[in-house]
């Protein structure tokens, strides 16, 4: 089992940049594949980011190509995610995730995080 922890979140304006840390707790972090969502007011959970345990793959949602990166050190036992060229509409609790598969469907991840707010303003 694995207990996480977001931080980095906060009110930006748009353009600007965030970097999101999540800290996992227990010596398996290494063995998941993490991953990122962020749920909107209003709107389903979805898929951000995700890497795999050695950070070889990473898979991106259409909407994060080329703005958000992910990367993770697993000697600290946290992943991250770079948010760049942040608009409005990326405003949303972003939740990190560890699972099996590097998928953007939230079924394979089994512990989450409790989220930490992002807002961009105009």
């Known amino acids: 089992q694995v207990q996480l922890v977001e931080s980095g979140g906060g009110l930006v304006q748009a353009g600007g940049s965030l970097r999101l840390s999540c800290a996992a707790s227990?010596?398996?972090?290494?063995?998941?594949?993490m991953g990122w969502f962020r749920q909107a007011p209003g709107k389903e959970r979805e898929f951000v980011a995700g890497?795999?345990?050695?950070?070889?793959?990473?898979l991106y949602a259409d909407s994060a190509k080329g703005r958000f990166t992910i990367s993770r050190d697993n000697a600290k036992n946290t992943v991250y995610l770079q948010l760049n060229g942040l608009k409005t509409e990326d405003t949303a609790v972003y939740y990190c995730?560890?699972?099996?598969?590097?998928?953007?469907?939230?079924?394979?991840?089994?512990?989450w995080g409790q989220g930490t707010q992002v807002t961009v303003s105009s």
């Open positions: 227990g010596r398996t972090f290494s063995r998941f594949v």
């Open positions: 890497i795999s345990e050695n950070s070889r793959g990473t």
């Open positions: 995730a560890a699972g099996d598969r590097i998928v953007a469907n939230s079924e394979w991840y089994n512990f």
